[in-house]
């Protein structure tokens, strides 16, 4: 099991940028899928962005070419770059990892993060 603590959230304009973090403490040994969550009030939680082993990512369509997921294997750190932010973007963000699995399904990973909250005003 892997300890993941996310940081970075906040409150910023439409059109601004925001970065999270998320800190992953476990056995230093193991490596882990990894991926980026968001959940907005009354909706479903819904995949953002995922990296693998080889640092392939993919990304939902409402956030290509505006947010950038990154691993810092030396840190043990995801990383969720969110630029050109819109209003939707407002949602309690997560980190998740798996050892086994990876793709945009939360039911995928068995590690979550507390979650760090972002708003975005228009």
């Known amino acids: 099991q892997v300890h993941l603590v996310e940081s970075g959230g906040g409150s910023v304009q439409a059109g601004g940028s925001l970065t999270l973090s998320c800190a992953a403490s476990?056995?230093?040994?193991?490596?882990?899928?990894m991926a980026w969550f968001r959940q907005a009030p009354g909706k479903k939680r819904e995949g953002v962005a995922t990296i693998d082993f080889d640092l392939n990512t993919r990304y939902a369509d409402s956030v290509k070419g505006r947010f950038t997921i990154s691993l810092d294997n030396a840190k043990s750190t995801l990383y969720l770059q969110m630029n050109n932010v819109k209003p939707e973007d407002t949602a309690m963000y997560y980190c998740?990892?798996?050892?086994?699995?990876?793709?945009?399904?939360?039911?995928?990973?068995?590690?979550w993060g507390q979650g760090t909250q972002v708003t975005v005003s228009s």
């Open positions: 476990g056995p230093p040994y193991r490596r882990y899928y």
């Open positions: 998740a990892a798996d050892r086994f699995h990876t793709g945009m399904g939360e039911d995928l990973y068995d590690d």
